[in-house]
């Protein structure tokens, strides 16, 4: 009786079996006199008064049973509901609002976890040195503390959206693109699991603490917008954000687009005209049950938009160069070489020369020994996928057409007229006066291509190999 700290049980004096459980960080004895006060008064705080009144029957304070021992206050709550619980309530005596503390109990504990884990995480933040792997700021512009805490977070960072989300017109859109698809059902019923636990991850109650990032980035947006002549870019290499000045990128932009080699300006958009005869190309195709109605409907895509160049910055090099890169999603022809690119990738990289990646060629290569009459160097190719001719293209295609043949239906000069669209506009800036035209593919058929143009042109090497860069390592015969 003279322990603090515990849960309790206290049996109830006749053979009913009754137990009231309790828990006090007081002295037990002194809680046990507490009760003993409480039914002498009448006042029914606890189950024990109650049990008392209703039914006449007194408690057994003598045998009182102690169940454990816990110093937090909150561990103690959470342990006398527990054994509250594990008895039942056909043995127990306590009222319901004492049953409910493990559930009370267990959110305080919760929310007060919650609470430090933010504290912690907001004093971390404010702790962080800048690193400079991480931002680099190439402007004479001073950077504020919160836009550094912005920008380390990298790209892939997710902001929860505190708008409500159109997921009923989101719904209907993605019904219109399904309905046609062979495997509809399965498809609609990945959709709707995805949207409903994007639905209940959203609905979830937000802690107020855990807004101090949605408050950098939102000061991080006023920053910028209050400063138009800041770009943020991603790196060309690495996972360091750029802070760059937009007049540095756009010169450097149309000065590369200068270049009359790869790229030619044209007057015009004939992003219409494209879609047009692609629209001839596939009605054909369909007329002539080369392709099914649902490849159709896919592949004839309208209200497109030319493809958009951007440049990353070359960080390390001097002068910080833009390397080009070209986004073709939604482009007039990107199905078409979607399509074009499953065809002829059964076939490219088949030849005895062809090596994957850079890694196989370093295996490879370790264990060549070249011989007098022969010579080992290396090439970097500029620009590879937008300086390969159409017209070679289609001469690689004319060549190995008795390999790609067993791989479609489609005659050969309905494909080579298909793949004479396949190379297509680009612009920057979206703008109808800097519209700069180069013979740029889509990525994967720009793979294909490029695969086409390394097997025949170095077909007498022993070895081949080029990566993303367009960069060639090879053994050649003299």
Known sequence: MKTKNVVYEVPCGTDDGKVYIGQTGRMLETRINDHKNDIRKKEAKTGIVQHHLDHGHNFDFDNTK??????????????EAFHIRRVGDERTVNMQRECGGMDSAYNGLVKKEIRKSEKLKRERIKEMSYE???VENTTNTPIPEFLERTLMLGPNYNVPNRGKFPYIETLSEIEKVIKYQKNVEEIRADVTNAMSNFLNFNNQPRHHQQDWIAKDVGRSRKFLKENPDLLIIKADKGNKTVVLSSKEYEEKMEEMLRDDKPYEKIPYDPTARVSRKIKTILDNWREKKYIDAGTHRKLNVTNCNPPRIYGLPKIPKPGRPLRPVVSTIGSTTYKLAQYLSNILGKIVGKTEAHIINSFTFAN????????EDEVLFSLDVTS????????????????RWNEIEDHTPIDKGSFIAAIKLSA??????GSSTLVCVGRVYVAFLGCCYAGFFLAHHFYGASIVASDRWGKLALVVSM
């Open 132 to 134: 400079p792997s991480w």
């Open 364 to 371: 490879e290569i370790s264990g060549v020994q070249t011989d």
């Open 424 to 429: 297509q506009p680009i612009s920057f800036d």
């Open 384 to 399: 590879l996928y937008t300086n390969v001719p159409v017209d070679y293209v289609i001469e690689c295609v004319e060549q």
């Open 66 to 79: 102690i169940l454990g021992r816990i110093e937090k206050q909150e561990s103690r709550t959470i342990a």
